[in-house]
Each structure stands twice: as structure tokens, then as C-alpha cells.
């Protein structure tokens, strides 16, 4: 099972990531894509690697807006592996024309 970070921990993690906010229980992050297909490409995309991962976002899409959560669940809270995957949102966001 994968360990939780303390509050410490997650805030040196947000402080290196783009646009994170969050805690000891889930972090988050809003993207607004150009338009909605981009949007879709994201969401496509950190699909691939959560997938690879094995370890899921919960992705709300609203139109070109789209609001990423975090938490290993079966730990109860954020892990390294939430940290990973979001470091890995940025990197696909960032490649995508349009993305904050």
C-alpha cells in the first residue's frame, strides 16, 4: 500500500506543481482547454497514463473545463502515486494549445 504524505509533504508537492491546490486528502486542479475536443484530448490522454498507472483521477468535464481530483483511495488520502500522476496532468496540459 502506498504512503500517505503529511502536510508537510503535500505542501513542498503543490508549491512544484501548476495550479494544484489541495491537502492531506485530495489534491485538485481546474484546467479551461480552447475547446472542447481539446479538452476531450486531455482527458484522453491522462486516461493513457492512469491507465498505465493503474491509479485513476476523478475528471469532471464541464464543457472546455475540467476539474481533476487526487487520492489514493485505498490509502485513505494523498500518496506519492497522486503526486506522480499530477506532475503527469501538467506535462499533458501543457502540451495541449490552449490549456492553463
Do not use: N
Not at 500517505?4 to 481546474?30: F, H, I, N, P
Not at 476523478?58 to 506532475?87: C, N, P, Q
Request: charged share 25%; proline share 2%; glycine share 6%.
Amino acid at each position: 500500500m502506498a504512503e500517505l504524505l503529511d502536510d508537510a509533504a503535500v505542501r513542498t508537492a503543490l508549491s512544484d506543481l501548476t495550479g494544484w491546490t489541495g491537502d492531506t486528502t485530495a489534491v485538485k486542479r481546474t484546467v479551461k482547454a480552447s475547446d472542447f475536443p481539446t479538452a476531450i484530448r486531455i482527458v484522453d490522454d491522462v486516461a493513457t497514463i492512469a491507465e498505465a498507472s493503474k491509479h485513476h483521477p476523478d475528471i469532471d468535464i464541464r464543457w472546455r473545463t475540467l476539474h481533476f481530483t487526487l487520492s489514493t483511495h485505498s490509502a485513505g488520502g494523498v500518496t506519492r502515486k497522486d503526486v506522480d500522476l499530477a506532475e503527469h496532468i501538467d506535462e499533458i496540459v501543457a502540451r495541449h494549445a490552449g490549456g492553463s
